[in-house]
């Protein structure tokens, strides 16, 4: 990250351990406001982890999580994942149509999605009005995908958190879901966080990179970093020499 980039996600000294393993030791780092961020690593690197403790899904031992300026136990829960969505590669769904999938975080809210601003979110995606009222069963994996993100998006998250989001998909969906997180990105300025073990794409879509391994933040800063790796592990890891 550059001096002239604002952090929306401060990280310091952050540890999390489940019984006696520790799954994030120690992190120190940030995440640029308006830019997008990708983390790669081997299995149980812990960035699944690092996205539930962005999301307040569990609370980190030791260490504390800043989002924008303020403490994160300092948030009311809902109010901190409107601010923080989290996508999944799952990408799972309520039996019903479209409009019900994407009514269902503000149904949570005792609230109503009014259908103009559903056909918003479906354009915002790439899929037209006519998906609205499909049944969620009749749509394709990528489809599902779109809708699942569109979702997201029905809070106006300031920071958007996807985990592995294309791993399942074929390469012409991927393309495509690609295409729409940067074109989100781009459009209301959203911080896009994105876990991928693809790094062909964190090298294209990412702005920045973090490497983690065994819960650490092994290497961080422009996503080039993967091409020019300073630390042996992440050289190893580039070359495929682990998972």
């Known amino acids: ?51 539930r403790l962005l999301n307040r899904l569990i609370s980190p031992d030791t260490g504390e999580i800043v989002i924008k300026g303020k403490r994160i136990e300092e948030y009311n829960p809902i109010e901190l994942r409107r601010k923080v969505g989290l996508a999944l590669q799952s990408a799972t769904m309520i039996n019903g149509t479209v409009f019900k999938n994407l009514s269902l975080p503000l149904t949570l809210q005792g609230e109503e999605l009014p259908e103009e601003e559903a056909n918003e979110l479906l354009e915002d995606v790439a899929l037209g009005k006519d998906f609205l009222h499909r049944n969620i069963k009749d749509l394709s994996g990528g489809q599902k995908q779109k809708v ?56 294209s879509i990412g702005d920045y990179t973090w490497v983690m391994m065994a819960g650490e933040l092994i290497e961080s800063g422009e996503s080039n970093l993967l091409n020019e790796p300073k630390d042996e592990r992440v050289k190893r890891f580039v070359r495929g020499d682990m998972e």
């Not at 310091?12 to 780092?29: A, Q």
């Not at 958190?161 to 294309?166: A, Q, R």
């Open 148 to 203: 699942s993100i569109a979702r997201t998006l029905v809070n106006k998250p300031k920071v958007l958190l996807l985990d592995e989001i294309t791993s399942s998909l074929d390469r012409v969906s991927q393309q495509d879901i690609e295409e729409l997180i940067q074109k989100i990105n781009q459009k209301y300025g959203t911080t896009i966080i994105w876990i991928t073990h693809n790094l062909e794409q964190a090298l």
């Open 1 to 51: 990250m550059t001096t002239a980039e604002q952090p929306i996600i401060q990280l310091k000294n952050v540890t999390f351990s489940d019984g006696d393993l520790t799954i994030i030791n120690d992190i120190t780092g940030s995440f640029p406001e308006g830019r997008i961020t990708t983390l790669v690593g081997p299995s149980g690197a812990g960035k699944t982890t690092l996205f």
